[in-house]
């Protein structure tokens, strides 16, 4: 994925891509993000693990959310792949989450138009994304900046 430098947005928020010196910071976030999905963490290791894993081989980006004076107040992780009916690249925003402490700051939309400037660099079809039924704040975000909601059913198959 393309770099893009991002400019300072509302209330001092800045969005760049994260790097190996950011990753204790994001991994604070991402145990933020599954306690708000009610994931369980077993293994209190593997969450700095597996994100260390997709940004050390590139599999996914990682885009932090800066607030002046707060330091980094949110994430976003993409991960490329492609659609078939698009017949192009398309990337899937999978993870978006911002702390408390960046809520109402601007931080979450931020990170949201970081993603879409990145993708239109980038060339690829869209970004597609999922949110739970009852995040009404998320969705009413994403339908701000554009997304549409879809007409497909989303299944999944675990495999444990």
Same mark, same amino acid.
């Given at each position: 994925?393309?770099?893009? =430098? @991002?400019?300072? $947005?509302?209330? $001092?928020?800045?969005?760049?891509? #994260? %790097?190996?010196? +950011?990753?204790? #910071?994001?991994? %604070?976030?991402? !145990?933020?993000?599954?306690?708000?999905?009610?994931?369980?963490?077993?293994?209190? *290791?593997?969450?700095?693990?597996?994100?260390?894993?997709?940004?050390?081989?590139? *599999?996914?980006?990682?885009?932090? @959310?800066?607030?002046? &004076? /707060? %330091?980094? /107040?949110?994430?976003?992780? /993409?991960?490329? =792949?492609?659609?078939?009916?698009?017949?192009?690249?398309?990337?899937? !925003?999978?993870?978006?989450?911002? #702390?408390?402490?960046?809520?109402?700051? &601007?931080?979450?939309? #931020? !990170?949201?138009? +970081?993603? !879409?400037?990145?993708?239109?660099? @980038? %060339?690829?079809? &869209?970004?597609?994304? *999922? =949110? @739970?039924?009852?995040?009404? =704040?998320?969705?009413a975000l994403y339908e701000a900046e554009g997304f549409v909601r879809e007409k497909f059913h989303v299944?999944f198959h675990g495999l444990r």
């Amino acid at each position: 994925m393309s770099d893009v =430098t @991002a400019g300072a $947005g509302r209330a $001092g928020v800045s969005v760049r891509v #994260a %790097g190996e010196a +950011d990753l204790d #910071a994001v991994t %604070g976030l991402f !145990l933020g993000y599954l306690e708000f999905y009610e994931v369980p963490v077993e293994d209190p *290791e593997r969450p700095r693990a597996y994100l260390a894993e997709r940004m050390a081989k590139g *599999e996914s980006t990682v885009l932090v @959310a800066e607030r002046d &004076g /707060v %330091g980094i /107040v949110g994430f976003a992780q /993409v991960y490329p =792949t492609f659609a078939s009916l698009e017949m192009r690249p398309v990337w899937v !925003l999978y993870d978006l989450f911002v #702390a408390p402490s960046g809520r109402r700051s &601007g931080a979450g939309r #931020a !990170l949201l138009r +970081d993603v !879409l400037e990145r993708a239109r660099v @980038a %060339g690829v079809a &869209g970004v597609q994304l *999922e =949110t @739970a039924y009852d995040n009404d =704040t998320a969705q009413a975000l994403y339908e701000a900046e554009g997304f549409v909601r879809e007409k497909f059913h989303v299944y999944f198959h675990g495999l444990r």
